[in-house]
């Protein structure tokens, strides 16, 4: 079992902000450690493909729309073509002779008719769903509309509760952090005091190490 149950590696409400001068230099040391280890941070993992090699695959329909939008980007996307269902025209009479006599004209009156049974089918759904919208288009708008509020409101709940827990969160984060914070400055202290008398210690060790060889050197004269 641990004995360290929590970490202060970042403690953004206890540590000063570090001035440009210091993070400039600590980037430094980061690039030179990594210059120094040879890695190239201008190469890309060999898992990502390079922009010039990636070539897109698309259908035949996007590859036409890319085509019309190059050739003229104001054009709009055409659908349907509706024209052939409206303003139909009969096929000139065959009277007095009869239509087996004329095979072509009979074939255009039989496109003719199939094209007006299309619009006529067409123009019957068009019509039903209209009136479908008319009796019921407005309870189903007001249904509708109530889901979306009933849903609106759940998510405002859960981004309230989550708010809600990141301020807890932050406020613990902060206690914790404020409450080590004499205990942080003091073993801060006590670590620059230790260092000031290593670095005493050393610089009184190197002089009495002088000494010693100077009187060494005066002995043996």
């Known amino acids: 079992m641990p004995l360290i149950h929590e970490s202060y ?27 120094s280890a040879g890695v190239d941070t201008s190469d890309l993992h060999p898992a990502l493909i390079p922009a010039a090699q990636y070539q897109p695959q698309f259908s035949n329909f996007i590859e036409r729309e890319h085509a019309r939008l190059d050739g003229d980007a104001t ?4 659908g349907i073509d509706t024209k052939r269902y409206e303003n139909l025209e009969a096929p000139e009479n065959t009277s007095p002779t009869s239509d087996e006599d004329r095979p072509e004209l009979l ?14 089918e067409y123009v019957e759904g068009r019509l039903t769903q209209l009136g479908l919208l008319e009796k019921f288009g407005k309870n ?28 807890e969160v932050e406020s613990m984060r902060r206690s914790h952090q404020e409450s080590v914070h004499g205990e942080i400055q003091t073993l801060e202290g006590t670590w620059k005091k230790g260092v000031g008398r290593v ?8 002089g009495l190490k002088q000494q010693i060889l100077e009187r060494r050197r005066a002995g043996a004269v």
């Open 75 to 78: 054009s709009k996307m055409s």
């Open 9 to 35: 590696d970042s403690l953004p409400y206890v540590d000063a902000p570090l001035d440009e001068g210091s993070l400039a230099a600590a980037r430094a040391v980061i690039d030179a450690d990594v210059r």
């Open 199 to 206: 670095l005493e210690t050393e610089v009184a060790a190197e």
């Open 140 to 167: 189903a708008w007001l249904v509708g509309n109530s889901q979306l509020e009933d849903i609106l409101k759940g998510i405002e709940a859960e981004l309230a509760d989550v708010r809600k827990q990141q301020e």
């Open 107 to 120: 074939e255009q009156w039989n496109k003719a008719l199939k094209q007006a049974y299309t619009s006529s």
